[in-house]
């Protein structure tokens, strides 16, 4: 996490739905009378099961009919997501391909193409720019260039979020969504524990830790040999991996 602003805690099911759907706390609060609930479901044993909406929740599972967009044997889980009204997730991308769900509620999604991964500060999953409603500018100058896509979920309709695209989303009330991920590459392409989903691609997270063993070694060279040789390794980069149209723009 960028920022931790959150605690866990346990409580049976239907006191969530009643503490999230409350406009006011009626003195039943953990910390303040203005706190937030969320909900973001887990499988069986967290640390090796997905969540699959229709073995977690099966009372409910017959209430949603979820879309076949996807071939079934590429499933790979389904997440019950139940929260406040106001409650906002910070900026993130996934490495699959999934749908969001809304079933009860509305919510804003301000979505982000790949291509914008330089503008949204992307250096983990997350981008650092945490309100993009009022983005800190002076800190992230690049954000007033990202290209932005925004849309309103109401009851009954369904997002399609292609892997890679970073989304923001927010609660505008009480809301409940179903949350269905597939893996659309080839299933040797993903790493095989990882239950959320959240995981880099095998090869990508290999990269990643070139790039980080490559750093250690440039904190080794003298500050101008340090500059240097970062540009040559961006320059590399660039002319080898980078997209055409990021190439045009000097990146």
């Known amino acids: 996490f960028l920022t931790k602003n ?25 910390y ?11 499988g069986d044993d967290p640390q090796k099961d997905c969540a699959d909406f229709s073995q977690q929740f099966p009372e409910l599972a017959g209430d949603l009919t979820l879309p076949q967009f996807y071939k079934p044997e590429t499933f790979f889980s389904s997440v019950l997501r139940l929260g406040s009204a106001g409650i906002q997730l910070w ?21 982000f193409p790949p291509s914008d991964a330089f503008n949204i500060y992307l250096s983990t ?24 896509w925004h849309c309103t ?7 399609f979020i292609p892997a890679l695209w970073s989304h923001n989303v ?10 269905v991920f597939w893996r659309h590459l080839n299933a040797d392409m993903y ?9 880099d691609p095998v090869a990508a997270g290999r990269a990643l830790q070139g790039l980080e063993r490559a750093m250690q070694c440039l904190n080794d060279l003298p500050e101008d040999y340090k500059d240097f040789y970062a540009k040559r390794m961006m320059a590399k980069l660039r002319d080898k991996c980078c997209s055409q149209t990021q190439q045009n723009s000097g990146l």
């Open 170 to 179: 927010l609660a505008k009330d009480f809301s409940v969504a179903v949350n």
């Open 91 to 111: 900026t993130h991308y996934d490495v699959m391909d999934n749908i969001l769900v809304e079933v009860i509620g509305h919510k804003r999604v301000i979505l």
């Open 153 to 159: 979920l109401s009851p009954g309709e369904v997002l």
């Open 6 to 30: 959150f605690a866990y805690k346990s409580m049976a099911f239907d006191d969530l739905v009643r503490r999230a759907s409350a406009s006011t706390s009626a003195g039943e609060f953990f």
């Open 32 to 42: 303040s009378e203005n706190e937030k609930y969320y909900l973001r479901a887990l």
């Open 191 to 199: 790493e095989r524990r990882d239950p959320y989903g959240n995981k």
């Open 125 to 148: 999953d997350k981008s650092p720019v945490l309100d993009p409603d009022h983005p800190d500018l002076a800190s992230f100058p690049d954000f007033a260039h990202a290209e932005q």
